[in-house]
């Protein structure tokens, strides 16, 4: 089983400012890679998919980016409305399975 | 596209826990359909999946107590959950794979507390 672990736990950071969450996988497994964004008591909403593709409706201050075992989603200008938890998945094909990483947060410094 | 989580929202430990996503706005078909989990105050898991034809991968940390069903007919699947313990307690989310990793909609979630 794959494992991803994300960087940094935390990242505090002020309005304006970029941001950079890293994913790691513990073996390549593919660029079936997505990003999502969860706010406290919702749902978690889909960013990038296929590592670097961005999803219908989100801005495009949102990008990935990586290969082979490691991954940046990259929030270039940060809005009030960014910070939140981030997670990784990785969907691979050997071995087969999916995997969620352990979640970056980003809050207000 | 919407999905709907239904079941109870609490279990006795050792019991079965059974969920059920309910698709509207859309068919099963030609999808994958996952569920994943968040305890309390915790980071997300992914359960397992089924697709359309009735493929199915679970996580391997969990297989042994799960099993994930669809029904075409009535256009939803279902979690059954064995055995369940307090550690099981979180949020059930259904949420339909629009491409490898991509869960593109979700349900709204279901709290399940298992508890005596």
């Known amino acids: 089983e794959i494992v991803l672990a994300q960087s940094p736990g935390t990242l505090s950071l002020s309005p304006g400012e970029r941001a950079t969450l890293s994913c790691r996988a513990s073996?390549?497994?593919?660029?079936?890679l997505a990003w999502y964004q969860q706010k406290p008591g919702q749902v978690p909403r889909l960013l990038i998919y296929?590592?670097?593709n961005t999803a219908p409706g989100i801005p495009a201050r949102f990008s990935g980016s990586g290969s082979g075992t490691d991954f940046t989603l990259t929030i270039s200008s940060l809005e009030p409305e960014d910070f939140a938890v981030y997670y990784c998945?990785?969907?691979?094909?050997?071995?087969?399975?999916?995997?969620f990483g352990g979640g970056t947060q980003v809050e207000f410094k | 596209v919407q999905l709907q989580e239904s079941g109870p929202g609490l279990v006795k430990p050792s019991e079965t826990l059974s969920l059920t996503c309910t698709v509207s706005?859309?068919?099963?078909?030609?999808?994958?359909w996952g569920w994943i989990r968040q305890p309390p105050g915790k980071g997300l898991e992914w359960i397992g999946y089924?697709?359309?034809?009735?493929?199915?991968d679970y996580s391997p940390s969990l297989k042994s107590r799960v099993t994930i069903s669809v029904d075409m007919s009535k256009n939803h699947f279902s979690l059954t959950w064995n055995s369940v313990t307090a550690a099981d307690t979180a949020v059930y989310y259904c949420?339909?794979?629009?491409?490898?990793?991509?869960?593109?909609?979700w349900g709204q979630g279901i709290l399940v507390t298992v508890s005596s």
């Open positions: 949420a339909r794979e629009g491409g490898p990793g991509a869960f593109d909609y």
């Open positions: 706005g859309g068919s099963i078909s030609g999808y994958f």
């Open positions: 089924i697709s359309y034809t009735g493929n199915i």
């Open positions: 073996q390549s497994a593919g660029s079936y």
């Open positions: 296929n590592t670097s």
């Open positions: 998945v990785l969907r691979s094909r050997w071995p087969p399975g999916l995997t």
